[in-house]
């Protein structure tokens, strides 16, 4: 572990994927809880595109970090071109799933024990969603001082 390790960014490519709800099967009495296959997917995703940026570095333990994400959604084919435009100048923003909150959590839950020892060690985050040509989650994690409160 780096305890220099300060801030780190890294792009997740693809459509923006968010949380999805456990799921739940039943084996006679017994209720058995698991996460659906896309989300552990997903979240390996997470891991692997943060390990590269990262090598192998791991933000120090008590550390606060802030946590900023931005989504981007691929613009839907059929867009016309003023739409595409709008999309594109971020005066049209994407209004559907997955919900912001399901794409911090993804991000964040993956993260945990990868780059930091607890999500509670983040104390500030931000996930906004835009379109582009190239969809993709960008992440950037920084340590945050008492005084950049």
Known sequence: MDEDMKQ???TI????FGKQRPKFSRAGAYVK??????????ENLVKLFYNEAAKGKMFP??????VRIIAYYEIPKSTSKK????????????????D???IGKIVCDSLNLVAYHDDS???DAQVRKFYSETPRIDV?????????I
């Open 140 to 148: 950037m994690i920084k340590v945050v001082g008492p005084d950049q």
């Open 13 to 16: 490519p693809g459509q923006p």
């Open 33 to 42: 809880t698991y996460t659906p296959k896309e989300t552990t997917s997903y």
């Open 121 to 123: 060690a983040v104390v």
């Open 83 to 98: 739409k595409r435009r709008e999309m594109l100048e971020h005066r049209i923003r994407p209004t559907k799933k997955p």
């Open 61 to 66: 333990e008590g550390a606060m970090l802030d």
């Open 100 to 102: 912001w909150d399901n």
């Open 8 to 10: 780190i960014r890294f």
